[in-house]
C-alpha cells in the first residue's frame, strides 16, 4: 500500500484516482505523521454475482428454528 501526503495527495490527486482506477492501488493519505484516509477501488461484485452465489448453496433448513431460538433469548429492556 503507498502512502502519501495530504499535500501531495492535493497536487496530485489525478495521478492518484489513475492509479487506483487503472492499478487497483490501495492509497494511504497522512497528514502530520497520521494515516487519516485511505483510496482504495470500489468492489467491483454485482447483484447477479451474489445471486447466482447464493443459488448455489442449499438452504439451511435449521436457520429459520435456530434464529427463532436466539430471538426468544433476548429481553427487551423499557427506556424512560
Known amino acids: 500500500m503507498t502512502e502519501i501526503s495530504a499535500t501531495d495527495a492535493a497536487r496530485k490527486f489525478a495521478d492518484l484516482l489513475d492509479a487506483v482506477e487503472h492499478r487497483g492501488e490501495r492509497i494511504t493519505i497522512v497528514r502530520r505523521g497520521r494515516a487519516i484516509a485511505l483510496i482504495e477501488p470500489i468492489p467491483s461484485g454485482r447483484g447477479s454475482d451474489v445471486k447466482a452465489m447464493l443459488r448455489r448453496h442449499k438452504v439451511d433448513s435449521s436457520w429459520r ?16
Open 65 to 80: 428454528t435456530e434464529l427463532a431460538g436466539l430471538r426468544d433469548l433476548l429481553t427487551i429492556e423499557e427506556r424512560s
